[in-house]
């Protein structure tokens, strides 16, 4: 079972650190007051660069995301600044009420939020809460108009923070975390770039507007994860809980909904694109026009090409259980029988 473990690490590129690797985890308060009195990231939009995730936060808030099902879920995260990195050791849900499209805390989760901080105070724990993840199930790791307004409220009162997007069907589907973090830029910064062009995304058409009118308000920052000695003894606890639940599921029945969800919108892509080239087959050729669908037309073959690349790796997968518990049982049942035992004298 240690194999399918070790598959989920290396698919997430969770690292252990230095042969001090627990040290991330040391937090020094001094330390601390002296970064956040300095506010070195005041002057510079684009201070924080990197973060990196404890392999068990990154669990926790999958888990969490998953949990929600088609509605958006939020928490907090804990940890500290190094440099220009956040480092996030802990991740806890808030009490909150997600809809398909939002989610906004209330009082009650900021009452459960100062709470839980002082709570894990007395006991010892003084890492800070350094930001909020929340889930876009099925619409990939952007921000939205209400996120971008949630993010820059909390850099203007608690920063140095964080908003770090999961989206748990496309994690089921590729069976790697689909996780993106943001950072704001201030009101009246214009950025020579937009942060949401980092990379392509599949956006579906009903978030396209809001994906676009938006991007250029905020950068993602580059993830790594990483694992110290406590985190490898509490996954191997969990793996040895969950090992079986995890090696019988497929993402192909987990997953059924979204990627139908997947193959409507791109027949809705398909079905503009091709409007998109009648109208341009009245126009002169290399205008804007033609330029725009050959746009739509390569979004939609490299949508198409993304469907087809999941549901490979989910057929695969299937195969490949199937092959080597099969095969197993098989190499059991074809064992030779044990030779008679004589009785002769």
Not at 131 to 155: M, N, R
Not at 198 to 209: M, N, S, V
Request: charged share 25%; proline share 4%.
């Amino acid at each position: 079972m240690d194999t399918a473990f070790k598959t989920w690490e290396l698919d997430n590129n969770i690292k252990l650190v230095d042969p001090e690797r627990d040290a991330l985890y040391t937090y020094d308060v001094a330390e601390q007051k002296a970064v956040n009195d300095g506010k070195p990231w005041k002057g510079e939009p684009h201070y924080f660069k990197n973060v990196r995730i404890s392999a068990v936060a990154l669990l926790k808030m999958v888990m969490h995301a998953r949990s929600g099902g088609s509605l958006e879920i939020m928490g907090l995260m804990q940890g500290k600044i190094s440099g220009d990195t956040f480092i996030v050791t802990d991740a806890f849900r808030l009490p909150v009420e997600g809809t398909e499209t939002r989610v906004n805390a209330q009082d009650e989760a900021n009452e459960y939020m100062v709470a839980y901080l002082q709570a894990c105070r007395d006991q010892g724990k003084l890492e800070n809460a350094v930001g909020w993840y929340h889930s876009h199930p099925g619409y990939g790791c952007w921000l939205s108009g209400i996120d971008v307004s949630t993010q820059a409220t909390q850099q203007t009162f608690s920063d140095p923070f964080l908003a770090v997007v999961i989206d748990p069907d496309r994690t089921i589907s590729a069976g790697k975390v689909e996780i993106g973090a943001f950072r704001t830029y201030p009101e009246d910064y214009k950025p020579a770039n937009s942060g949401a062009d980092d990379g392509y995304q599949t956006i579906p058409l009903a978030k396209i507007e809001d994906f676009g009118a938006h991007s250029s308000r905020y950068y993602s920052l580059e993830v790594s994860h990483f694992k110290s000695s406590l985190d490898t003894h509490l996954l191997e606890l969990l793996w040895n809980k969950y090992w079986v639940q995890t090696l019988s599921q497929s993402p192909l029945f987990t997953n059924r909904e979204y990627s139908s969800k997947q193959m409507l919108d791109l027949s809705s892509k398909i079905r503009e694109a091709a409007s998109s080239v009648a109208r341009a087959g009245r126009t002169p050729v290399g205008t804007h026009v033609n330029k725009a669908v050959d746009e739509k037309m390569d979004k939609a073959v490299r949508d198409g090409n993304k469907i087809a690349g999941e549901e490979l790796t989910g057929l695969m997968a299937g195969e490949i259980k199937a092959k080597l518990f099969n095969g197993l049982g098989e190499a059991g049942q074809k064992q030779d029988p044990p030779a008679a035992v004589s009785t002769e004298t």
